[in-house]
């Protein structure tokens, strides 16, 4: 199960801290990731890092977005500074890894927490 949550109603230029935290069964995780859907468009990829500590992001992101990552709790962190309007959606947090040993490596999905960045 994924939790997150730190969602909210920010000015432009604000800043806000997505979590999410990983529970119950997990026997290994390959990454962590953060996606967001505005309304009418895909599902994007924000922001990915790995077990190594590998991070990536969009392009529309990177220098204002960081991820990080609290391995001993299963916790992803995205931590979202200048956000303007664009950045509206609804943000949804993944993990691809295996629940158990032998099953197959397969994505997971949070329940998604809504940024809305006014102008």
């Known amino acids: 199960q994924l939790q997150a949550s730190g969602g909210g109603l920010v000015q432009a230029g604000g800043s806000l801290r997505l979590s999410c935290a990983a529970s119950g069964s997990i026997f290994s995780i390959n990454s962590m990731g953060w996606y967001r859907q505005a309304p009418g468009k895909q599902r994007e990829l924000v922001a990915v890092?790995?077990?190594?500590?590998?991070?990536g992001y969009a392009d529309s992101v990177k220098g204002r977005f960081t991820i990080s990552r609290d391995n001993a709790r299963n916790t992803v962190y995205l931590q979202m500074n200048s956000l303007q309007p664009e950045d509206t959606a609804v943000y949804y947090c993944n993990l691809r890894g295996r629940r158990w040993s032998w099953t197959d490596v397969s994505d997971y999905w949070g329940q998604g927490t809504l940024v809305t960045v006014s102008s």
């Open positions: 890092i790995t077990s190594g500590g590998n991070t």
